[in-house]
């Protein structure tokens, strides 16, 4: 008998388009050009919340037309199966979107994600509803619990991308789309097929200035990678919020780094009383090791670090046993790399080793100088996490402050964690004064004048004398304390003052 079509002709260009819609990176133009289309609309900005509930009712309505022409269709054998099958993942997905947020929100606040995850019959319960297990129980020829671990990848992703990564600048919104692809690639659906595992062995190096949010982008990859889970006893394989080991190499000396990263053995040195594992050994195959400041290193690290990224092998301080690494490397720097390299204080062989996925963080000046109204969204959301429901007001203080007393170019060379600094202190001390920005500070105009030797001698004079005149103000007194007569002092004393 000849394959049947579970959808209609009507209803096979809409299921088409849907496909398209599950693979596509959440943050990209791309995604939001399906979104639109989908709805019929013309080309233009992200969906409203409105239009996102609209779009999402789609592939529950084709999917509940198609699941009723399913057996009659022959089932897994027709012809557009795995396109009704993708649809339904992405039903399921959204489904479920909500126990999954629940679940990496308890983990935060908690610190630990490790227990059993109870809503995981009922995903098998609604999958096997759209996807009759009688249909041979694998999905893509992978079992369900793959799904779920899927799943609940993609969801740490898109969690972990929205809450680190704030604002609506085009450097936002690439960086998002850039963090999505280290995460999964520019092919999502080559990944979740063939790369889930794999990909833990790509090194992904981060760079950009000192504040602009390198660390936060490295956990974020970090806690967003794949991991299986044991349906058996209803259990990720591990506790994502605690598979992220951050090291800061330019807080460590040479010995100490070392220890950190490859632990020693009893009397290695002096000092080592006992046997200490090294984050390398600690960190499972799911876990990430992040070497911060990679640019500070010597190049005695660098070396064993090369090894280290060539072979996955490593030995602790005092040991000649080889130990493998599982987890995934990642690195950052704010310095200019090639300028190291020229130097000679970088490795060039261990410069190509790091830069196999490149992530750059834009500081906030580039930020601002492509979208000023910027500004106020970063305060306010700084502002929200710092002073709660006082936020608001909070972000309207620091927005005029920045106003009235920062200079308009003010270059902000602390970049995010500076601006941070400068809502705390605006709500602590209702003032900021940063080392760079004392320099820059708006000069009084007088000063300025005094300084391009504008005033003529009396301007001068007059200057001088109306200012004391606010300390003291008598004719006669202030005469005494500039050797200069009453009729004098008053001539020189600006009329508004
Ligand atoms: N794009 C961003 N969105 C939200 N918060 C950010 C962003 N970038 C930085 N931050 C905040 O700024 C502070 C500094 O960020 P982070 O430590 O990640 O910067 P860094 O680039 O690693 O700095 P350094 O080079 O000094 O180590 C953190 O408190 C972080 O929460």
Same mark, same amino acid.
């Given at each position: 008998?000849?394959?049947?079509?579970?959808?209609?002709?009507?209803d096979?260009?809409?299921?088409?388009?849907?496909?398209?819609?599950?693979?596509?990176n959440?943050? =990209?133009?791309? +995604?939001?050009?399906?979104?639109?289309?989908?709805?019929?609309?013309?080309s233009?900005? +992200?969906?409203?919340m409105? #239009?996102?509930?609209?779009?999402l009712?789609?592939?529950?309505?084709l999917?509940?037309?198609?699941r009723?022409?399913?057996?009659?269709?022959? *089932?897994?054998?027709?012809?557009?199966f795995?396109?009704?099958?993708?649809?339904a993942f992405?039903?399921?997905f959204?489904?479920?979107?909500?126990?999954?947020?629940r679940?990496?929100?308890?983990?935060?606040e908690?610190?630990?994600?490790g227990?059993?995850?109870?809503?995981?019959?009922?995903?098998?319960?609604?999958?096997?509803?759209?996807?009759?297990?009688?249909?041979?129980?694998?999905?893509?020829?992978f079992?369900?619990?793959?799904?779920? !671990?899927v799943?609940?990848?993609?969801r740490?992703?898109?969690?972990?991308?929205?809450?680190y990564?704030v604002?609506?600048? /085009?450097?936002?919104?690439?960086?998002?789309?850039?963090?999505?692809?280290?995460?999964?690639?520019?092919?999502?659906e +080559?990944?979740?097929?063939?790369?889930?595992?794999?990909? *833990?062995?790509?090194?992904?190096?981060?760079?950009?200035? =000192?504040?602009s949010?390198?660390?936060?982008?490295?956990?974020?990859?970090?806690?967003?990678?794949?991991?299986?889970?044991d349906?058996?006893?209803?259990?990720?394989?591990?506790?994502?919020?605690?598979?992220?080991?951050?090291?800061?190499?330019?807080? $460590?000396s040479?010995?100490?780094?070392?220890?950190?990263?490859f632990?020693?053995?009893k009397?290695?040195?002096?000092?080592?009383l006992?046997d200490?594992?090294?984050?390398?050994?600690?960190?499972?195959?799911?876990?990430t090791?992040?070497?911060?400041e990679?640019?500070?290193?010597?190049v005695?690290?660098?070396?064993?670090? $090369?090894?280290? $990224?060539?072979?996955?092998?490593?030995s602790?301080?005092?040991?000649?046993?080889? $130990?493998?690494f599982?987890?995934k490397?990642?690195?950052?720097?704010?310095?200019?790399?090639?300028? #190291?390299?020229d130097?000679?204080?970088?490795?060039?062989?261990f410069?190509?080793?790091?830069?196999?996925?490149?992530?750059?963080?834009p500081?906030?000046? /580039?930020?601002?100088?492509?979208n000023?109204?910027?500004l106020e969204r970063?305060? *306010?959301?700084i502002?929200?996490?710092?002073a *709660?429901?006082?936020?608001?007001?909070?972000?309207?203080?620091?927005?005029d402050?920045?106003?009235? #007393?920062?200079?308009?170019?003010?270059?902000?060379p602390?970049n995010?964690?500076e601006?941070?600094?400068?809502?705390?202190?605006?709500l602590?001390?209702?003032?900021?004064?940063?080392?760079?920005?004392?320099s820059?500070?708006k000069?009084?105009?007088w000063?300025r004048?005094f300084?391009?030797?504008?005033?003529?001698?009396d301007?001068?004079?007059?200057?001088y004398?109306?200012?004391?005149?606010?300390?003291?103000?008598?004719?006669? !007194?202030l005469?005494?304390?500039?050797?200069?007569?009453r009729?004098?002092?008053?001539?020189y004393?600006?009329?508004?003052?």
């Amino acid at each position: 008998m000849a394959a049947g079509k579970i959808f209609s002709e009507k209803d096979s260009k809409l299921a088409l388009d849907v496909v398209q819609l599950v693979w596509a990176n959440p943050f =990209s133009g791309e +995604r939001i050009e399906i979104e639109r289309r989908l709805l019929g609309l013309g080309s233009g900005s +992200r969906l409203s919340m409105e #239009e996102f509930s609209r779009l999402l009712e789609l592939p529950a309505q084709l999917l509940d037309r198609g699941r009723r022409r399913l057996a009659e269709a022959g *089932g897994k054998s027709a012809s557009d199966f795995d396109i009704y099958q993708q649809i339904a993942f992405f039903e399921l997905f959204h489904q479920f979107a909500p126990d999954f947020d629940r679940l990496i929100n308890d983990a935060h606040e908690r610190g630990s994600a490790g227990r059993r995850i109870t809503f995981y019959d009922r995903f098998e319960k609604l999958l096997d509803y759209w996807v009759p297990a009688g249909l041979g129980g694998e999905y893509q020829g992978f079992p369900a619990s793959r799904l779920f !671990a899927v799943y609940f990848q993609v969801r740490r992703a898109y969690y972990h991308i929205v809450h680190y990564i704030v604002g609506e600048s /085009d450097a936002a919104r690439q960086l998002r789309s850039r963090v999505w692809q280290s995460i999964f690639t520019h092919d999502m659906e +080559r990944y979740q097929r063939v790369l889930t595992e794999r990909l *833990g062995d790509v090194i992904t190096l981060i760079t950009g200035p =000192s504040g602009s949010g390198k660390e936060l982008v490295a956990r974020g990859i970090g806690l967003s990678r794949f991991i299986p889970f044991d349906a058996t006893n209803r259990q990720f394989e591990e506790d994502f919020v605690r598979a992220f080991y951050p090291v800061n190499l330019s807080a $460590l000396s040479t010995n100490l780094i070392e220890s950190e990263l490859f632990g020693h053995r009893k009397g290695a040195f002096t000092g080592a009383l006992k046997d200490r594992k090294g984050y390398l050994e600690t960190c499972g195959p799911y876990g990430t090791v992040f070497l911060d400041e990679i640019g500070e290193t010597e190049v005695a690290i660098q070396v064993k670090l $090369l090894r280290l $990224l060539q072979t996955r092998v490593f030995s602790p301080i005092g040991d000649t046993e080889s $130990l493998h690494f599982r987890g995934k490397i990642m690195a950052a720097t704010n310095r200019d790399l090639a300028e #190291e390299i020229d130097s000679g204080r970088f490795r060039e062989d261990f410069y190509f080793r790091l830069n196999a996925d490149r992530i750059h963080t834009p500081s906030l000046k /580039d930020i601002l100088a492509n979208n000023a109204s910027e500004l106020e969204r970063l305060v *306010g959301f700084i502002a929200r996490r710092v002073a *709660g429901p006082e936020g608001s007001s909070l972000t309207a203080e620091v927005c005029d402050f920045i106003r009235k #007393e920062m200079p308009a170019e003010y270059p902000w060379p602390g970049n995010f964690r500076e601006l941070e600094q400068c809502v705390r202190n605006v709500l602590i001390h209702g003032d900021y004064t940063a080392e760079e920005f004392h320099s820059k500070r708006k000069v009084p105009e007088w000063q300025r004048r005094f300084e391009q030797g504008e005033f003529t001698a009396d301007e001068l004079l007059s200057e001088y004398v109306t200012r004391l005149y606010k300390e003291t103000p008598n004719y006669e !007194a202030l005469g005494r304390r500039l050797d200069l007569d009453r009729r004098t002092v008053k001539k020189y004393v600006k009329a508004d003052s």
